[in-house]
């Protein structure tokens, strides 16, 4: 017994301090990831990608929104939002505020689960487990994720939601596409099927979360580069292993960062492990918050 309290208390004084960590240190533990990219036709000048996703804002993330605001000195030549932008009512305002003069430069986005609905606690066994539960039909959207898109279309910003774009990006000229998120069957791939135009000089796609069906009719489709989010990187992860649990279709080894999708070539997918966190869940461990800059190259 006189060994059994000390090393239980050492236990818990562990778990204290993974839990602060977790929750206060890296949390708040923003990092910027590079990437180069050889996906433009020979020839053509590199391009600036600022993709970020998952920000889950709260309003008050004061941290979290400065380091987004800043992120406009890196002078990207376009930005794309993968979804799940807020997690409060009152969040919009402050998401665009932490946007700032990024809204001032050419930009897409799609939308997330997150936008439309309030994070509610779940029990994260559930989540382990990937449960079935029709948890987004309890009632409608209650997050202001109009007011959320029409500020970033009045910005000018590409609604990608379901939806095909164009834009000439420093003079390179871009066809884009999107779904809305499958994560709650919002994905209407149908909206945007056919083949991507080769006369462009780089297609891209863009959806929430990395669904290897919607994944792989973006690739047959023609489209090089795929960007999503919603994975967070697997949040609360293994050091030296990774990835637990990726909450959708994709693999464990491809739930952040740049690979290559299928593996054997085709397509580019950067998989962003997002910024922010559900309220309820305000924990990341061995897996930081982050924003991508992919330099797009010729191949
Ligand atoms: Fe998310």
Known sequence: MRTLIPATAAVG?????????????ERNWFALRQFDVPVLPPGTRPLRVLHISDTHLTPGRRRL??????????????????????SHQDSVPYFLDSLGPLLDRPGVFVLGSNDLYAP???????????????WWERRGPDLPWEKLRDEMVAAGWLDLNNQRGRLT????????????DSHIK??????????????????????????????????????????????HGGQLCLPWYGTLVTNCGIDRERARGLHRYPADGG?????????????????????????????????
């Open 13 to 25: 004084a562990v778990g204290v301090g993974l839990a602060g960590y977790a929750t206060v240190i």
């Open 65 to 86: 929104m400065s380091w987004i605001r800043a992120l406009d000195d890196l002078d990207p030549d376009l930005v794309v939002n993968t979804g799940d932008s807020i």
């Open 120 to 134: 509610v606690p779940k029990n994260p066994m559930r989540y382990i487990r990937r449960s079935k539960t029709r």
């Open 169 to 180: 990006v420093a003079g390179v000229d871009l066809a884009l596409a999107g779904v809305h």
């Open 186 to 231: 919002r994905d209407r791939y149908e909206k945007v099927a056919g083949r991507a135009d080769p006369g462009a000089d780089l297609r891209i796609g863009v959806l929430h979360s990395p669904e290897p069906r919607l994944l792989d009719r973006f690739v047959a489709d023609g489209y090089e580069l795929l960007l999503a989010g919603h994975t």
């Open 267 to 299: 397509a580019w997918l950067h998989v962003s492990a997002g910024l922010g966190t559900s309220p309820w869940a305000p924990a990341r461990f061995a897996c930081r918050p982050e924003a991508s800059l992919l330099t797009l190259l010729p191949r």
